[in-house]
């Protein structure tokens, strides 16, 4: 670590992200199950395989199209979950509140919390509320975790990854972190573009139905897809590389793009997933994700390649190649 400070960036799943987790924060922890970096922890207890995981939300704004804090809490949790193929059971929620924050705004997020709940068929159990001075929460900041079961006979994880596995994105990209900043910034898009923030733990079970071949699943959030690909590419040792015209984008979301000046591969997504599952079994678990409400928009965008180990190449639209990096600075912060 160069830095001595905490930066921004810090935050925004990129490299610096991961520099700060495995130079920093895992060191005094370090475990056989922490130092495998997956968004929820693995372990079995008396024959039950179970996964833990748990997150913090500071998205601001707090209210923005298509959800609130309260929605992207417990869906982003339920996430985490599901992409290590877990059936999610319960959740705990703890808010930290700002002095003046207003109690209707509360009363909004938690039944947003309820509903989105209600949604993936989980349960919040316990949780705490601690109250802040005024001007030191920026109004409600929200940590969830949240237990599941594994079933026995599932293997997801980036170490499952191999050659000429085929690439999935289950639907647009950019959605949320555009409609986040666009209600942020002020911004107004004639289609009315809206955060994708769903639960998937239905999404993920459709999918196991129809095949067990599921090798990696990850929801790429913070960083977005660029990230989510390079830590794969990483974790696992093979490269990758995907096709830019194959991966969804809405015209809303590339225009807003193109007039910020952001790569809409770095932006955050939070009701997509990518899969990474078996060349021959790819075709079938693509169309079971189309069948579902999340996955309309659903396509195969890449596959899994020996050379270069470790890095994501992306085929341009225009016939060229180029590598498609890990975002190296916070692109949009505060935006989960």
């Known amino acids: 670590m160069e830095e001595k400070h ?23 922890f370090r475990n056989p199950i922490l130092s495998l970096l997956q968004d929820s922890a693995i372990f079995s207890r008396e024959g039950l395989k179970f996964a833990f995981t748990t997150d913090s939300f500071v998205v601001k704004p707090i209210f923005f199209p298509g959800g609130d804090i309260g929605r992207l809490a417990i ?17 705990s929620s703890s808010l930290i509140l700002e002095e003046g924050f207003p109690l209707g705004d509360l009363e909004k997020i938690l039944d947003s919390m309820r509903q989105a709940a209600e949604e993936a068929e989980i ?41 000429g596995d085929k690439i999935i994105v289950s639907g647009y990209i950019g959605d949320h972190g555009m409609a986040v900043l666009s209600e942020r910034e002020g911004l107004s898009f004639r289609t009315g573009l809206k955060s994708d923030c769903a639960p998937l733990n239905k999404l993920v079970a459709k999918m196991l ?10 929801d790429p959030t913070r960083g977005g897809l660029a990230a989510v690909l390079n ?17 969804p984008l ?28 078996d060349s021959q079994e790819a075709e079938k678990i693509v169309a079971a994700i189309r ?28 016939g060229g190649t180029r590598i498609l990096d890990m975002p190296a600075g916070e692109i949009l912060p505060r935006i989960c």
Request: with cysteine; aromatic share 4%; proline share 5%.
């Open 6 to 28: 905490i930066l921004l960036a810090h935050g925004s799943g990129g490299q610096l992200t991961r520099e700060l987790i495995e130079k920093v924060i895992v060191e005094p």
């Open 75 to 91: 869906c982003g949790t339920v996430n985490d979950l599901a992409m290590s193929g877990a059936v999610p059971l319960y959740l």
């Open 123 to 163: 349960t919040v159990i316990t949780g705490d509320t601690k109250v802040v001075e005024k001007e030191s929460a920026d109004g409600i900041f929200i940590n969830t975790a949240g237990i599941g079961l594994i079933k026995n006979d599932v293997e997801i994880s980036p170490f499952q990854i191999r050659v």
């Open 209 to 218: 139905q129809v095949s067990k071949k599921i090798h990696c699943l990850r």
């Open 231 to 247: 830590e794969l590419s990483r974790q696992s040792g093979p490269g990758m590389i995907i096709e830019e015209e194959k991966v």
């Open 250 to 277: 809405r015209e809303e979301v590339k225009a807003a793009s193109e007039i910020l000046g952001i790569d809409p591969f770095q932006v955050a997504n939070e009701g997509i997933l990518v899969a990474i599952v």
């Open 291 to 318: 069948e579902t409400p999340w996955g309309k928009a659903a396509e195969i965008i890449g596959e899994v390649i020996p050379y270069p180990e470790g890095m994501v190449l992306l085929k341009t639209g225009v």
